[in-house]
């Protein structure tokens, strides 16, 4: 019975200005959201360019689920200027284990009256593809658990 093992791991992206200052001065915010679920209770914490990103503004849910497993959602506030054109990296750590998730940046349309349905046409594409990488991740553990049931002599550290 191993112990260490991640049983999901997630990750969306949406902006979270729903207006903009057209002053040059504003910088629109944009919330990068990364969650894991492991038994013990996963760490996760943020990279950009192989460095640690403790300069911007996170917060963490914890939820506690039936199978005794604990999923953390971190969401990381940074400004649209320091993610445009690059990636966050969300890394998830739970008793040994370790998995990340590149993160890249997308356009944010600034909202009005003419972009409504390029706007909402957006959201569907992520939304979908995020379902599609979502369910790839979920095969990708379901196999390695498979295996792993199958064969217990294989120590977590052989297998990723």
Not at 50 to 77: H, P, Y
Not at 78 to 93: D, I, N
Request: positive net charge; glycine residues 4%.
């Amino acid at each position: 019975n191993a112990t260490g093992t991640f049983t999901q791991f997630h990750k969306n992206e949406r902006s979270a200005c729903t207006s903009v200052n057209p002053a040059p001065s504003s910088d629109p915010d944009v919330v990068v959201s990364c969650s894991a679920t492991g038994k013990p209770a996963p760490t996760i914490f943020w990279k950009s360019a192989e460095k640690e990103l403790n300069n911007f503004r996170s917060s963490n849910f914890t939820t506690l689920n039936k199978d005794s497993s604990t999923t953390i959602t971190s969401n990381l506030t940074l400004p649209l200027s320091q993610f445009h054109g690059k990636y966050v990296e969300c890394v998830a750590q739970s008793d040994g284990i370790e998995k990340s998730v590149q993160i890249f940046s997308v356009q944010i349309f600034v909202p009005d009256e003419n972009n409504k349905g390029k706007r909402f046409s957006m959201d569907i594409v992520l939304i979908i593809m995020t379902v599609v990488v979502l369910v790839i991740i979920a095969i990708c553990l379901h196999t390695r658990l498979k295996s792993k049931q199958q064969n217990p002599s294989i120590r977590l550290d052989e297998i990723g």
